[in-house]
């Protein structure tokens, strides 16, 4: 048995409370003579399984299931497009800007508010457009991109795709912060997205950095009555 089939068969009896939580789990030795195979084997399944949060090892206290499992939380980015069509609409996109600005000084903390970030750019992409579902306001995105960490962007390429599908396509990261909060619609925002001014919204702010240099912020204000679902 390989390490992959003795993970899946620790996660089994793990999962069927043969190994039930706050139980010690058998030592490598054991599990090796058990699974016919080495003992390295059995340590590699094991590491896999206590980087995922399934169990504790604790040397000289052996390896335990815990009693609340911390599961590991993968930051994926997801594509605007993808999630409007997920949801059985059909996407649409109107770029409304893209230019080279200065940003405000509220903007480039949050952008370099990062432990150990370097400065962005002086002038940085401003980029703002309109994701729509069925032809309704689905998502605001309000992005501002530093050129130092995505050199050569213009204009035209954000005139097909949108700004975050080309980063996701095209820019790496290494790092980054997402926040949830309600806000009140500004009247521009509120223009866009179709609804009273001051009404509440969603509001999603995410960076993004590649080792030390900031890549992107961008702000994400959802029409009202948005509702985000995960599963864990």
């Not at 599961?71 to 997920?86: E, K, M, S, V, Y």
């Not at 609409?89 to 903007?107: C, K, N």
């Not at 949108?162 to 926040?179: K, Q």
Request: net charge positive; charged share 20%; glycine share 8%.
């Amino acid at each position: 048995m390989d390490w992959r089939g003795v993970r899946a068969e620790v996660l089994r009896r793990i999962e069927a409370r043969d190994y039930p939580p706050g139980g010690s789990i058998p030592n490598e030795a054991d599990l090796a003579a058990e699974f016919g195979c080495a003992r390295a084997t059995v340590n590699r399944a094991l590491r896999e399984l206590a980087y995922a949060g399934r169990i504790e090892r604790r040397r000289k206290a052996g390896t335990r299931v815990p009693i609340a499992p911390v599961r590991q939380a993968i930051l994926a980015i997801p594509i605007i497009r993808a999630d409007i069509a997920a949801r059985g609409l059909e996407p649409g996109y109107r770029l409304i800007s893209a230019a080279l600005e200065r940003p405000d000084p509220a903007t480039r903390a949050i952008l370099e508010d990062q432990p150990g970030a370097e400065p962005a750019a002086a002038r940085l992409w401003h980029v703002v457009a309109l994701h729509t579902g069925d032809g309704a306001p689905f998502v605001l995105e309000d992005r501002w991109i530093n050129p130092d960490a995505v050199p050569g962007l213009g204009p035209e390429s954000f005139a097909a795709i949108s700004a975050n599908e080309w980063l996701v396509a095209h820019a790496g990261f290494s790092s980054g912060r997402i926040a949830f909060g309600a806000v009140s619609a500004p009247a521009a925002t509120a223009r866009l997205l179709g609804c009273a001014p001051a009404a509440p919204l969603l509001r999603l702010t995410r960076t993004t950095r590649s080792g030390p240099r900031p890549v992107t912020l961008v702000r994400l204000s959802y029409a009202p009555g948005h509702e985000i679902a995960t599963g864990f």
